[in-house]
Structure formats: C-alpha cells, structure tokens
T-cell receptor, first 114, second 118 residues
Framework: AQSVTQLDSQVPVFEEAPVELRCNYS??????LFWYVQYPNQGLQLLLK??????LVKGINGFEAEFNKSQTSFHLRKPSVHISDTAEYFC????????????FGEGTQLTVNP | GAVVSQHPSWVICKSGTSVKIECRSL??????MFWYRQFPKQSLMLMAT?????????EQGVEKDKFLINHASLTLSTLTVTSAHPEDSSFYIC??????????????FGPGTRLTVL
C-alpha cells in the first residue's frame, strides 16, 4: 500500500513571492506521482506528473516539481505566485499498475494575498 | 481532449429519495471510472472503482446497496444514491482513466456534483 503526506494544510503567501508545497510519499513499489489543483466547487485539474526520466517536472501555470527518490518527496514549487493561484492543491501517488487507483494527500490550501 | 463531464452539477433532494449522478468521458473511452466523495475542507475519499461491463469494486466501509454504480458503456458510469439522508450530503467527483494509456494511470476528473439532502 502507499500513502501520501502533505506537510502543510495551509500556506499563506504574498503575491509574487515564491512558494513550495511539500509532499512526501511511502510505497513498497515504484509509483507515478501527480499534483492536482482544485478551485472551489470544481473538480481536480492536473498540474503536472512524474512518470519516469528527468526528476524535475514542469507543469501548467508556471508550476514545477522535483522527484526525490531518496527522500521520497515530490515538492511543488512556483517562483512567483499570483492571486489566481489561490486554491487547494493535492498530491497523489499511483502504483505502476494498469488501472490502479490513486492515493491522495490531505491537501494544502494555498492562499495568495495582495 | 480528455474531458469528463458530470450531471447534474448540483442537486437538492428530500430525505428518502434516490438521486442519480452521471459521469461521462466525452472524447475518450474509459474502461475504468472512479467515484470519490469529498467533505468540506477534506481530501477525496475513493468510494468505488467502476469497470465497464462488470460489477464495481467498493472500498471498505462504503455500502454497495446504498451507492449503486453502473458502468454500462465505455463512456458512461452512473452513481445512484438510494434513500438519501442528510449525512449523504457531499461533493461527489468522478474520474475516468483513458483505456489507451497503457500502464500510465492518469485519471481525468469531472467537475463534481454537489448533493444536498434536506
């Protein structure tokens, strides 16, 4: 079984500041890693994913994440946030097995203040 | 591409009635769809995995007779909340896995359905 821990439930930052949302996972097998964003009363939108290859993954809206196998982490970063980045962010892990389900972290509420 | 729709987007019903929520993959075939439940300020909780043409697999603690899932085609899965009660009020989200994606199990999420039971 796998598990995901998002270390911060809430992250308040000022506009144009850098931000890092932390995610650690545990799994006994190789996994795929994902970051999703959820705006109020909406479904989840994929920000980025790590499948294999380069450990630095670039996603939409200027976000990027780095897979660190030794530390079992997949932290999400953005060098300069906007008010519109205010949302809930979920880290998720899935086993490298066809059709397997995702395990989600508890989510991090990012609030960007002017 | 990879769009998933849900209908209705919100529904209010009386206690004791049944509500059906549809999940459709609009531009791809989905052999597997997932149904999640999300309470306010919480993460997504997987309720069941729906495979086209077979019975759904329910997670522990989810009543299969209360949450009926049907996945009759490669583009449609339905969740019926039977005899709904106020504690069933929640945000229900479906996701669909593209059956052509091989061993890469990205899920595409619907916009969610807000259910309020009075």
């Amino acid at each position: 079984a796998q598990s995901v821990t998002q270390l911060d439930s809430q992250v308040p930052v000022f506009e144009e500041a850098p931000v890092e949302l932390r995610c650690n996972y545990s799994s006994s097998v190789s996994v795929y890693l994902f970051w999703y964003v959820q705006y109020p009363n909406q479904g989840l939108q994929l920000l980025l994913k790590y499948l294999s290859g380069s450990t630095l993954v670039k996603g939409i809206n200027g976000f990027e994440a780095e897979f660190n196998k030794s530390q079992t982490s997949f932290h999400l970063r953005k060098p300069s946030v906007h008010i519109s980045d205010t949302a809930e962010y979920f880290c998720a892990v899935g086993r490298k097995t066809s059709g397997s389900r995702l395990t989600f972290g508890e989510g991090t509420q990012l609030t960007v203040n002017p | 591409g990879a769009v998933v729709s849900q209908h209705p987007s919100w529904v209010i019903c009386k206690s004791g009635t049944s509500v059906k929520i549809e999940c459709r993959s609009l531009d791809f075939q989905a052999t597997t769809m997932f149904w999640y439940r999300q309470f306010p300020k919480q993460s997504l909780m997987l309720m069941a995995t729906s495979n086209e043409g077979s019975k759904a697999t329910y997670e522990q603690g989810v009543e299969k007779d209360k949450f009926l899932i049907n996945h009759a085609s490669l583009t449609l899965s339905t969740l019926t909340v039977t005899s709904a009660h106020p504690e069933d009020s929640s945000f229900y989200i479906c996701s669909a896995r593209d059956s052509t994606s091989g061993d890469y199990n990205e899920q595409f999420f619907g916009p969610g359905t807000r259910l309020t039971v009075l």
